[in-house]
């Protein structure tokens, strides 16, 4: 039986690019971790840079982000507030900067990110867009170079420590297992995730991953077969080991499970997934 782990899933990064900087903003909690990443990349020698995840509206973080100005582009990995809440502040403060996201909700000033493989610019980087659903539809990693080294921004389809939820029934499992299997091919890249601390192999942590979802779908099968009705009983019987106060973001889980599981045997689970 697989047990909810707190670990990172791959090895630490010991070192990161000169040109990538970490922001951490003051928001630590039990869905955000240490609080919420704030990654700043400028290649050497270069005036303008680039933001991922602008973080919660605090506006001492914000001004640490504007401090480290000039910056002409700010990206977004999906839509959750403590990702998105401070955009609008932000590009206040950096006089009008476009904000991008996959989702016209959360973009400013520009247009959505909308085509795979895209090149999003930044002064001496390359950027890439990997649109990878499944913790949110809106999902998006960044694959971003300079030179010879690469590192991917990977939001909250892969953390730095634990596992992230299938924010359900926005999220999608079927989605996110596909996600994780097309983050498996960066092998040996670091990945920069939205919370906790960098990995040193987005590879490495993509294949435990989907090693860890896959036994988990494993016991949901089990626990449904023992007389499981609803998402809540499912709770109860697979996440045991995981602390009460959290079982509300772990069945957000169970119902991308088991509407996964439905799709899978063409049955359809839906009276458990509303239960």
Avoid at 51 to 74: C, K, W
Avoid at 108 to 137: C, K, S, Y
Wanted: charged content about 20%.
């Amino acid at each position: 039986m697989t047990g909810h782990f707190t670990a990172p899933a791959a090895a630490l990064a010991d070192q990161l690019p000169g040109w990538v900087t970490l922001l951490r903003a003051p928001n630590p909690g039990p869905m955000t971790l240490d609080g919420t990443n704030t990654w700043l990349l400028r290649a050497p020698g270069q005036e303008h840079a680039v933001v991922v995840d602008p973080g919660p509206a605090d506006e001492e973080h914000l001004a640490a982000i504007a401090a480290r100005g000039p910056i002409g582009l700010v990206l977004i990995t999906h839509g959750h507030p403590d990702h998105t809440e401070g955009s609008p502040r932000l590009r206040d403060l950096l006089d009008g900067v476009p904000v991008r996201a996959a989702d016209p909700a959360h973009t400013l000033g520009g247009d959505p990110l909308t085509t795979p493989g895209d090149g999003l610019g930044g002064p001496g980087l390359d950027i890439r867009l990997v649109p990878t659903p499944g913790h949110t539809g809106d999902s998006v990693c960044f694959v971003v170079a300079h030179g010879d080294e690469r590192v991917v921004l990977t939001g909250d389809t892969i953390l730095g420590r634990g596992t992230t939820v299938v924010a359900h029934p926005d999220g999608h499992l079927g989605d996110y297992l596909a996600s994780l299997e097309l983050l498996s091919t960066y092998r040996g890249i670091p990945a920069l995730p939205g919370h906790g601390p960098a990995l040193a192999d987005c590879a490495a942590a993509a294949e435990f991953y989907l090693a860890h979802r896959r036994a988990r779908l494993d016991q949901v099968r089990a626990a449904v077969a023992e007389g499981a009705t609803t998402a809540a009983e499912v709770v109860a019987k697979v996440y045991a080991d995981v602390d009460r106060s959290l079982w509300w973001a772990a069945e957000w889980s169970v119902r991308a499970q088991l509407e996964h599981l439905g799709r899978e045997s063409g049955a359809g689970a839906a009276g458990l997934e509303q239960a």
